[in-house]
């Protein structure tokens, strides 16, 4: 279909873009790689009259390393996640995410802030972001503020973006010494969205894992911590025993929601049988 | 309010005015009549729509007219003229890659951008450049084996010309 007429404007700063969104009295969509607002308009999901492009604007691109957190523009596209060598050495759980997240073409255009301020509970820079303990860099009319990841994703397609605000950036804490990562995903088919999907990330020392981090996505309304796994895991090794505890937590730490092609127990099965498959293949990144 | 918009397609300088709804594909395909630009979806979902936009395929039917102001285009017309996917045109043409042609374009553009960055493909890694192409007809393996075999004829020929 086509979409409903709209006004639009590039935005030259974040400061021009709130108050063109201000001006529009908020019935406007800020469009960053515009792959979830350009279709959802053309199904006629939501007819704003005007598009804010934020492409232009220099404060959210660039990836740079401060004091020990990378800081990754919210314009960076998904293909530099796969890519960009700063990304895959301080923020590798978005490098190990990025070969799931839709097809080619479409990692040309989309951006890693738009995924994670559209928050479809499906998609997987969200879960990566909650288990690397990203902050997420929010700017409104009183100033720039950081939010934690957990806190960040709120509800189903909901964030902690006020409307109007701005997602600068994403702010990841780099790798520590001993740090491993796993990703993977359930889908029907190659670049769908998951069924189920698992990122994880720990410390490895010698007398086990400590920090353990597990985001699951697909199993709620947003990205889940699976806190009872995590504490299942927390100071052993690797093993078939760590494994299926943290495996039978998953019963505490999800909900998942239920619908006839796709009961509660069988996303429970399926993530049971999707952890234990990525903690049996943590990788070392530092 | 319409805008105006200048961009090159395929070499060209091309200015247009145009509403902000208008996509990328429906600028080619209305205004400047390129139709090798297909539409299935128009929502991302078929690749029959993909282009190059500053040298990086994109689907064209996800891309407003108005975000493409100042960006070089190359669609399946160029490619052709140009000559630079002719081998892969022949590979499709020998192995029955195409049947009734709707997605070849397509096709064509994921497998141009595939080979430009990756000369030795894995068929495993051909289908994941495939993996938002649709083809309602051919089954995929003889578009594979297409892309596959013109891969091979590059890498034979870059080693004849050693
Ligand atoms: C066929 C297809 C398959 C896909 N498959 C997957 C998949 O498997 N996994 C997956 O995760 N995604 C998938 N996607 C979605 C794709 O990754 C989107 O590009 C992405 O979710 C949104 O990023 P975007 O840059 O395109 O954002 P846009 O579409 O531009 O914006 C998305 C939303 O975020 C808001 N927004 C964007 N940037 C900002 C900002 N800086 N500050 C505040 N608000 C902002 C917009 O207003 C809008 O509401 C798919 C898309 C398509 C078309
Ligand atoms: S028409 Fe663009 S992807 Fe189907
Ligand atoms: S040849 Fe008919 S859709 Fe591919």
């Known amino acids: 279909m086509k979409s409903p007429a709209f006004e639009y404007v590039r935005a030259e700063s974040v400061a021009d873009a709130m108050s063109a969104y201000a001006e529009a009295d908020g019935d406007a969509v800020y469009l960053s790689g515009g792959h979830s607002v350009v279709p959802s308009l053309a199904l006629r999901l939501q007819a704003p009259a005007l598009l804010i492009d934020l492409s232009n604007i220099a404060a959210l691109s660039g990836i740079s390393l401060h004091d020990g957190w990378l800081r990754i523009g919210a314009m960076t596209r998904h293909v530099q996640a796969l890519k960009d060598p700063l990304i895959a050495a301080h923020a590798p759980l978005f490098t190990a995410a990025a070969p799931f997240v839709a097809h080619p073409a479409i990692r040309n255009r989309g951006t890693l802030g738009g995924s994670l301020a559209h928050a479809d509970p499906a998609s997987e820079f969200p879960a990566a972001a909650v288990a690397m303990r990203a902050e997420l860099e929010i700017a409104s009319s009183q100033g720039i503020r950081r939010v934690p990841a957990d806190d960040f994703f709120v509800d189903i397609y909901e964030t902690a973006i006020e409307p109007g605000e701005v997602l600068q950036a994403i702010h990841v804490p780099s790798p520590v010494a001993g740090q491993v990562i796993g990703f993977d995903e359930i889908a029907r088919r190659r670049g769908d969205y998951a069924m189920v999907g698992a990122a994880v990330q720990a410390v490895s020392r010698g007398s086990g894992l400590e920090d353990v981090s597990i985001a699951l996505f697909s199993v709620g309304n947003h990205p889940v911590r699976a806190r009872k796994a995590q504490a299942a895991l927390t100071g052993r090794m690797i093993d078939a025993d760590a494994i299926a505890d943290a495996q039978a937590a998953l019963e505490d730490d999800l909900d998942p929601p239920d619908d006839p092609q796709f009961p509660a127990s069988m996303r429970l099965h399926l993530a049971r049988v999707l952890l234990g498959r990525v903690l049996a293949n943590l990788e070392a990144v530092a | ?162």
């Open chain 2, 1 to 162: 309010m319409k805008a105006d918009i200048t961009l090159t397609v395929n070499g060209e300088a091309v200015r247009e005015t145009v509403e902000p709804r208008t996509s990328l594909a429906d600028l080619l395909r209305d205004n400047l009549r390129l139709t090798g630009t297909h539409l299935g979806c128009e929502m991302g979902a078929c690749g029959a729509c993909l282009v190059m936009l500053d040298g990086v395929a994109v689907h064209a039917c996800l891309v407003l007219a108005v975000q493409a102001d100042g960006q070089k285009v190359e669609t399946i017309e160029g490619l052709n003229d140009s000559g630079l996917i002719k081998d892969l045109q022949e590979t499709f043409h020998d192995r029955n890659a195409l049947q009734c042609g709707f997605c070849t374009n397509g096709m064509l553009m994921s497998a141009y951008a595939l080979l430009a960055g990756n000369s030795d493909p894995s068929r495993d890694e051909i289908r994941d450049a495939l993996s938002g192409n649709y083809c309602r007809c051919t089954g995929y393996e003889a578009i594979v084996d297409a892309i596959s075999a013109a891969a091979d004829h590059r890498l034979n020929k870059a080693k004849g010309a050693q």
